[in-house]
Structure formats: structure tokens, C-alpha cells
């Protein structure tokens, strides 16, 4: 293998700017000119290592996964704002969490849920056939955020908990991420933050975010947990194998949180974009749409809500072109060799799902929308991590089958009821902690007439 290259520190510095707005161009570009797997220097002179190499992706997130933890980002950064969970957590403790938490998410506890979801969405459906009676066109992006908050909220809290708090949620939640990323990017403003007090205002809206489920968690526990069948249930119940004790009152408030923040955006973000490229290309769709109203003619299985069929395929696709988390960070522990990659002790690692995703050798016309090659038969000739968008190794998403379930219901349920019609020019990204797009997504939506 050849050598690999690092950018020169003039060329860094020069691509600031841009990359604080828009990382993906400039990282494409350094791929271009330096290979696939390059070292640059981030803020603070700190050596990143980015790739899209799959064996070494492979390497980091799976075969030796214990000398690579998540990176401040995630456990400094982002755990001052939603705590100290599975997300951002790391080591012994992480691990421990893991463990008591899986079970949560099993096919067994997830089949409880499907009634849940559907009821959630039948709901939307029938404010949005009044909604879409006007004449007013239909921000796409924001509708399927409003949904997706519902479904998780209704599917975390399925009682104690209304419209106007997951309304407030959801906003808090928006606001914050964009503090966030502006915190990571932009380091050397972080002095500003501080002295203008909007450092401040994030962490008390944090607070007051915290206070809102803290709020709604209590009451469960005076009610009794246990008679929900709903994901608090699961966490207020979870019993340590060790000890036999249960979480106490805030770690069940950061899983809680970890949860509502990874269930809603992830997938809001991944169904606006198939309604989007499913609106592009109307052949697809067609064949999208005959396969909603078969699955929607009768109630909700679990086994129908996680078959692997073409409406699958499609989100898989959608989420293979627009990767919601379209790159992973880690930190080096030790000092290694990784093929000829020279990996030091505190190193950034970004691994580069994005790029990965859109890589020619793996997807021929990479940049097409495509859903047959999302067929089993065909995902089993990609290489291992040609396709993660939910991760890999000990770390993948635990609630992975949770979001292909609640978007494959979703997915179809509207595809059967209503006709989505776009407006507006091609849909570019806006890389934030998860890609999203960069302007809104405007549709005109029309329930379809009885026949």
C-alpha cells in the first residue's frame, strides 16, 4: 500500500471557513488529492486520521474496537447537553448500560410497540388530511420531524406527556444541536459564547429540557411502572445482572434522553429525503405505492412492519445516499500499526460513512437513486461496511431495528393515503452532528379521493 499522505497545515488552514459550513466538500477533495485514508490537523494542532477505507473501518469499529472510544465530541461536548448516556458514554460504564438496555430492544419488547406507532401515525394522518385540504403547500422536513417526535414520545411516554411537550422538546432539541455543532467547529469562538451569554442560555435550556422529563419520569414512578408496555416501562424495570438493583433516577433520565434525541431526528431526516427522491422518480414510487396499500389493507404485524421488501429497500437507499449520520468519530487509546497507517494515542479518527456510501467501486452510478441494489440478494456482494449507516461492531445503533420499523410504517401508511408532489429545485445537505437539508423540503400533499 502506498504511503499516507497528510495535508499541508497551509491548505488546512485555508479550507477553515468552509469546512465549519460545510465539511463534506473539502474532506471529498482532500480524498481526491491525498487517498482515501489521509492525517490533517484539526484546531489546536491535534492529528485527525480520515478515511473511507473499508478494511480500516472495520479495523476501528469492530476487530480491535477497544483501543478506539468515542471522541469529546460525544462524551464532553455533546454529554453536557443530554447527559451521560448510551450515546456518550464510554468504557466499563458504557458497556454495563449496553447490556441492561439491549433487551429494550429485542424483537419481543419491540412487537409491543407496533400498536403504539400505529396509533401515532393514524393520528397524524388525520390532522394531516386537514391540513392538506388547503391550498398551502407542506414543509416536508418539518412535518416529518413533528411525526417522528410523536411516535418516539408516545413510544417512550406512551402517557404523561401532550402535544405542547413534545412540541417543546422537539425545538429545545433543534436549538441545542446547532449549538453543539457551532461549539465543535468553532472552538476558538467558544470565548464568545461564554461572554455573550449564549453558552448559558444552551445550558439552561438543557436544564429545562431535563426538567420536562424528569417530570413526566416521576409521575410514572408514583403511578407504577410496568402497565405501559412502553420503552420507560423497559428502562424503570431493567435490573443490573451483577446486583440486581435498577438504574437510579438520573441514569434513567439520560438513557431516556439519549433515546428521545437518537429516535426522532435520525429517522424524520431519512423519511424526508425518500418522500423527496421518491417524488423525483415516479416509476419508483409507483412500485412503492401498490406495495403500501398491500400492507396497509389490513392492521400492523411486527413481521409485516420488519419484512425486508422493496419499501425497505427504498429507505436503505434513501439512507445510503443521504447517511443521516454520515460520519463517526473515535479517539485513539494506544499507539498502532493499522496496515500502513501509523495510529498514535489521542489521534481523531473520522470515519467517513458518507464517503463510503457513494464510493464507485462499491455502487455502480453511485450518485443514483436505485433501491434494487438495496435487494438481499445484491447488499450480500458489498463488502463488509460498504453499507452502515447505523454503525458497526459493539457500538451499532441499538435502536436500528426500532427505526426501520417506525419508518417502514410510516413510510406506507402515508404512501397509501397520500399523494406527495414536490416544489422547488434539487434538495442539497447541511452536515450538522446528522445530515440534514440545507433548505426546506416543500411538497404539496393530497389525500387521495375514494374510489
Known amino acids: ?67 478506539y472510544v468515542k471522541s469529546e465530541i460525544q462524551t464532553d461536548t455533546m454529554a453536557k447537553y443530554v447527559g451521560n448516556g448510551l450515546l456518550t458514554a464510554n468504557g466499563d460504564y458504557w458497556l454495563r448500560q449496553r447490556r441492561l438496555i439491549q433487551p429494550s430492544f429485542y424483537k419481543s419488547k419491540l412487537q409491543h410497540l407496533v400498536d403504539i406507532m400505529s396509533e401515532e401515525i393514524n393520528s397524524y394522518c388525520t390532522d394531516l388530511t386537514t391540513r392538506s385540504t388547503s391550498q398551502e403547500s407542506l414543509n416536508i422536513s418539518e412535518e416529518m420531524m413533528e411525526l417522528t417526535l410523536r411516535i418516539v414520545s408516545k413510544s417512550l411516554f406512551s402517557t ?33 459564547t461564554k461572554m455573550s451569554g449564549k453558552m448559558a442560555h444552551s445550558h439552561r435550556l438543557a436544564q429545562e429540557t431535563r426538567q420536562i422529563m424528569k417530570d413526566i419520569i416521576q409521575e410514572r414512578k408514583q403511578t407504577g411502572a410496568g402497565k405501559h408496555d412502553d420503552l420507560l416501562d423497559n428502562l424503570l424495570l431493567a435490573r443490573y445482572e451483577d446486583t440486581g438493583d435498577g438504574m437510579t433516577e438520573e441514569q434513567i433520565l439520560d438513557e431516556a434522553i439519549i433515546l428521545f434525541v437518537a429516535g426522532h431526528e435520525t429517522t424524520a431526516i431519512s423519511l424526508a429525503y425518500t418522500l423527496n427522491l421518491l417524488a423525483e422518480h415516479p416509476g419508483i414510487l409507483e412500485r412503492c405505492i401498490n406495495e403500501a396499500k398491500s400492507l396497509t389493507s389490513g392492521p400492523w404485524t411486527f413481521e409485516a412492519a420488519m419484512k425486508s421488501d422493496y419499501l425497505m429497500q427504498t429507505l436503505e437507499e434513501s439512507m445510503r445516499l443521504f447517511p443521516p449520520a454520515w460520519i463517526l468519530d473515535r479517539s485513539a487509546i494506544e499507539d498502532e500499526m493499522v496496515m500502513n497507517i501509523p495510529v498514535r494515542a489521542n489521534d481523531f479518527i473520522g470515519l467517513y460513512v458518507y464517503g463510503v456510501h457513494h464510493d464507485p467501486r462499491y455502487y455502480d452510478d453511485p450518485d443514483r437513486f436505485d433501491p434494487d441494489r438495496m435487494h438481499p440478494d445484491q447488499k450480500k456482494r458489498l463488502p463488509k461496511y460498504a453499507f452502515f449507516p447505523f454503525g458497526g461492531g459493539p457500538r451499532m445503533c441499538i435502536g436500528y431495528h426500532f427505526a426501520m420499523m417506525e419508518m417502514k410504517m410510516v413510510l406506507a401508511t402515508l404512501l397509501s393515503q397520500f399523494q406527495f408532489e414536490k416544489k422547488g429545485d434539487q434538495i442539497d445537505f447541511r452536515p450538522l452532528i446528522t445530515l440534514r437539508p440545507k433548505d426546506d423540503i416543500i411538497m404539496d400533499v393530497h389525500r387521495y379521493e375514494p374510489a
Open 1 to 67: 500500500m502506498e504511503e499516507i499522505k497528510t495535508v499541508p497545515m497551509i491548505e488546512t488552514i485555508k479550507g477553515i471557513f468552509q469546512f465549519v459550513k460545510n465539511p463534506i466538500p473539502i474532506i471529498n477533495g482532500a480524498i481526491e488529492d491525498y487517498g482515501e485514508t489521509y492525517i490533517t490537523r484539526i484546531v489546536g494542532g491535534r492529528r485527525l486520521i480520515m478515511s473511507k477505507n473499508l478494511d480500516f473501518i472495520q479495523h476501528v469499529l469492530q476487530t480491535n474496537n477497544h483501543n
Open 160 to 192: 404523561g406527556i401532550d402535544r405542547d411537550q413534545i412540541s417543546d422538546l422537539g425545538e429545545s432539541f433543534t436549538a441545542l444541536q446547532q449549538d453543539i455543532i457551532n461549539e465543535i467547529r468553532r472552538p476558538y469562538l467558544n470565548w464568545w
